[in-house]
């Protein structure tokens, strides 16, 4: 006669280094599929290394801790249609898990897995419903995953050690939250849409040189919180966009010498829309597919730019083009002499200043920024097409 209960299958092995075992338990079916807590504390009870996937069924509630697990070798996840009443997911031994996906939980605050260094196939929080709540992420000696994704308001998050990823994409409110990424140094794209208070990643160094990257990666920050002063100290090679909206007080590249220059310029480039005055210092930016800056621009200096495809500078404070000539005139050299755009439509002056251009046919279309929502969309739209 079968029984509702998981079967168990033990296989203990002794670790003679720390004299303890590890207990790898596997269940029929390779699904652990847990209805409450206490159905959770039976196994952890008696295992370390969970065979197989781990899941909660539609109708858990409360909070789920997966104590003494270490090893989670298949995927921990909640993607069914119906919302979970779950509040937080604390994985406090896990070392290693396939993936971690979380969706639809509208009350969760919190996703916690303090130990662990590896989940190879990625980490992701959507909450699918209106909620308020607000999610502390804590992933504090992660490593190395293919990638993070938080569609979710956010309290905190904690990738300390994080060094190397795909993408890490984060649409939400959040709460002027810090977003510190010490130990990043290469990442696929970067999508930060959400409100955030302070931002750095001093070791970053590559953005989107991987392969398999669609058109359009690179960085975008978009900021409905207090103005905030984005750096990239150490920043020398993006390919794909970087595109910067809203609350956003200046851009610090001053490595930065190549820009978007391995995409199709027609689908994106570099779009900077600041709401705030806003300077850029592209000190060492010699190669660059395309440029645009339009909006609160008060200052925006390329002094050894050699070839671009096109740029557009479109200020509506005093802006003086002039400042470009020395620029066009090297730009000149190139096949793309004709795509220099600077227009201040300042209102306070009886002229604006203005330079150049034939036309604006090749103006490139930048990619999802502006609206929130599409951002959002266009973000889940890349999550279906390249990763699962
Ligand atoms: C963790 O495993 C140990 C050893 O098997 C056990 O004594 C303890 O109760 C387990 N903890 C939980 C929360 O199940
Ligand atoms: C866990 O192990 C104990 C003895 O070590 C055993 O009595 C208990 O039935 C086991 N629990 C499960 C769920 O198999
Ligand atoms: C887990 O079990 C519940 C019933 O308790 C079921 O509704 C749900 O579909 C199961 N989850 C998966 C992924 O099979
Ligand atoms: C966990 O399990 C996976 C899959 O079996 C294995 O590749 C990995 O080395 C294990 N990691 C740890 C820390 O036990
Ligand atoms: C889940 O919801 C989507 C969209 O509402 C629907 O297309 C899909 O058929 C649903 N799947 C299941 C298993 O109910
Ligand atoms: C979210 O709220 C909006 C407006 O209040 C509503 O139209 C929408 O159906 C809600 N969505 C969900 C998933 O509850
Ligand atoms: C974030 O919170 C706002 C309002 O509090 C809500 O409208 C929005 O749907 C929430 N977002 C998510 C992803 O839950
Ligand atoms: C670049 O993208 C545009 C618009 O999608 C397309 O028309 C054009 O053929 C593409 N060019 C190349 C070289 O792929
Ligand atoms: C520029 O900033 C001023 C005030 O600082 C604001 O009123 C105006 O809307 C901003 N312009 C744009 C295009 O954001
Ligand atoms: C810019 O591009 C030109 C032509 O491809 C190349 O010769 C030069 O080395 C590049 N400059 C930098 C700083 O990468
Ligand atoms: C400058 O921008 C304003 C506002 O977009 C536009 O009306 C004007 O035609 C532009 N000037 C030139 C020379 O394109
Ligand atoms: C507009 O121009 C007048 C006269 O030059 C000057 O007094 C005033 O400060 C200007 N206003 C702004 C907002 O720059």
């Known amino acids: 006669m079968k029984s509702n209960r998981q079967a168990l299958a033990w296989g203990m092995i002794a670790s003679s280094v720390w004299g303890a ?114 999610v502390e992420f804590e992933f504090p000696e992660l490593v190395d995953t293919n990638g993070v994704i938080l569609f979710a308001n956010i309290s905190s998050v904690d990738l300390t050690s994080l060094e190397s990823t795909q993408f890490v994409s984060m649409a939400g409110t959040g709460d002027g939250i810090a977003l510190d990424f010490p130990s990043l140094r290469e990442v696929g794209m970067l999508d930060l849409v959400l409100s955030f208070s302070s931002f750095s990643a001093p070791l970053l160094e590559t953005i989107g040189t991987s392969e398999g990257l669609a058109t359009g990666d690179g960085i975008l920050l978009w900021s409905s919180g207090d103005p905030v002063d984005i750096s990239f100290p150490k920043l020398t090679y993006v390919a794909g966009n970087i595109q910067l909206s809203e609350n956003i007080n200046s851009l610090s590249v001053p490595l930065l010498t190549t820009a978007a220059t391995t995409t199709n310029t027609s689908e994106g480039g570099m779009a900077i829309y600041p709401a705030i005055p806003f300077t850029v210092d592209f000190t060492s930016l010699a190669n660059a597919s395309s440029i645009l800056l339009d909006g609160n621009i008060s200052s925006a200096l390329f002094p050894v730019l050699e070839t671009v495809d096109y740029i557009e500078i479109t200020s509506t404070l005093p802006f003086n083009c002039s400042s470009y000539d020395a620029v066009q005139a090297r730009a000149e050299t190139t096949a ?27 103006r490139p279309v930048p990619v999802g920024v502006g609206l929130s929502g599409c951002v959002v969309a266009a973000m889940v739209g890349l999550l279906g097409l390249s990763l699962w």
Not at 24 to 37: A, D
Not at 98 to 103: C, F, K, L, P
Not at 339 to 347: G, I, L, M
């Open 21 to 134: 075992f590890a207990q790898e338990c596997t269940t029929s079916g390779g699904l652990w599929n847990f209805t409450s807590q206490a159905s959770v504390d039976l196994v952890t009870h008696n295992c370390t290394i969970l065979n197989g996937d781990v899941t909660v069924s539609p109708s858990y509630s409360g909070s789920l801790t997966l104590n003494n697990i270490t090893n989670i070798t298949g995927e921990i996840y909640y993607y069914q249609n119906q919302t979970v009443d779950l509040t937080s997911v604390d994985l406090p031994d896990l070392l290693y898990a396939g993936a971690v996906d979380i969706e639809n939980t509208p009350s969760l605050t919190r996703l916690s897995a303090p130990k662990v260094t590896e989940v190879p196939d990625g980490v992701m929080v959507v909450i699918i419903a209106n909620s308020s709540a607000l």
């Open 336 to 362: 793309f002499a004709d795509k220099w755009f600077c227009n201040s439509t300042y209102t306070n002056t009886t002229s604006t200043t203005t330079k150049a251009t034939k036309s604006d046919a090749g």
